[in-house]
């Protein structure tokens, strides 16, 4: 009769299972990140992404890095600058920024993959 109790097999069977797990998920992100980039330039015109921002918004600033990163075209409104800007951003209400409109839809706050899924499912205006 073996009494040698079976935890130690069973917490290495959890390490393992979540070692796996998060493995999976950390891959999964990044061929989903990927699959937005890659979306996002195939898709975006010169005239589709507007972001409105402010000077010292550190969203705006991850914002544009990001385009700027993965080479999508964009134009920036920043509402502290230009008058025109702030009165749009004023009139849509918005809590914040960064606000962006693409090709029609208002989108607060930056995601990549709300992005992606607009340039996507909302036809270019001719």
């Known amino acids: ?3 040698t109790p079976r935890r130690p097999k069973s917490w ?3 390490v393992v299972t979540v070692g796996v797990a998060w493995g999976a998920h950390q891959a999964w992100s990044q061929w ?3 699959r937005n980039i890659d979306v996002v330039r195939a898709t975006a015109g010169a005239h589709d992404i507007v972001m409105f921002t402010t000077n010292d918004c550190p ?3 991850k914002a544009r890095a990001w385009f700027k990163a993965n080479e999508v075209p964009w134009r ?3 509402i502290e600058r230009n008058a025109m800007c ?3 951003f004023d009139a849509r209400g ?9 090709r029609g839809q208002w ?12 340039l996507a499912t909302v036809p270019r205006k001719h």
């Open 59 to 61: 969203y705006c600033a």
């Open 12 to 14: 290495l069977s959890l």
């Open 94 to 102: 918005a809590p914040g920024v960064p606000l962006l409109h693409v």
């Open 32 to 34: 989903r990140e990927h």
């Open 1 to 3: 009769m073996n009494d």
């Open 107 to 118: 989108q607060l706050g930056f995601d990549p993959a709300q992005l992606a899924k607009a």
């Open 86 to 88: 702030k009165q749009v």
């Open 76 to 78: 920036e409104c920043n």
